[in-house]
């Protein structure tokens, strides 16, 4: 039997409407999907609205993140999640597009995936690149987490004191680098 894992987040966002539904609306249906596949929600952030990101690319977004505990791996769990995705009509057409859902699986547990000298050279990657290209295998934690305020704020409400198990930060303490006003561009609804 597996161990169960703990603080283990997935970042949940959505900017066009599906089946006459809101954002918000797929978001907390997305958690329910979640829910009946047996991952268990821990807990749940509040709900944010953001600006879509990269500027300009579309409406803006709802995020959240939820704090989560399964049995399944780190590549069974990123399964299930893109299997929930296309549950709710996300097509993977354009990297940082519109989309119905977007769940992220942020980090699990302190793991470093695939190893560390991968996940520095996607961490490290120019940002003309990582609009290009999206890695072929599983890379955690989020290899630009550290740079989002939209993944932050959501997962400073649910888990402020997860550290980085490579930048050795708190989620407190990485959101502090942020520039204000990107944080303050992360608003409850």
């Known amino acids: 039997m597996r161990k169960i894992t703990s603080e283990s987040v997935i970042a949940l966002g959505a ?16 958690l329910d999907a979640l829910k009946r596949q047996g991952v268990v929600i821990r807990a749940v952030s509040r709900f944010f609205e953001t600006p879509c990101f990269p500027a300009g690319a579309g409406p803006d977004y709802v995020n959240a993140a939820a704090l989560i505990e399964t ?12 299997e929930v995705e296309k549950e709710f009509g996300r097509e993977r057409i ?3 597009g519109m989309r119905t859902l977007d769940l992220d699986l942020v980090c699990f547990g302190d793991g470093v995936l695939p190893d560390r ?3 520095e050279r996607w ?13 072929d295998q ?3 934690p989020h290899p630009r987490l550290q740079d ?21 930060q708190s989620v407190r303490e990485m959101l502090a680098q942020l520039p ?8 409850p609804l």
């Open 138 to 140: 599983l890379i955690l």
């Open 71 to 82: 049995e399944k791996t780190p590549s069974e769990l990123l399964h299930l999640l893109h």
């Open 15 to 30: 900017n066009l409407n599906l089946r006459g539904d809101g954002p918000k609306v797929t978001l907390e249906k997305a």
């Open 117 to 119: 000298t991968e996940y």
């Open 180 to 187: 204000a006003n990107e944080i303050a561009s992360v608003t």
């Open 148 to 168: 989002r305020a939209f993944v932050l704020v959501p997962m400073a409400d649910i888990a402020p004191d997860w550290e980085h198990p490579v930048l050795g």
């Open 123 to 135: 961490r490290t990657l120019p940002q003309d690149d990582q609009m290009q290209r999206a890695p």
């Open 94 to 96: 354009q990297r940082w």
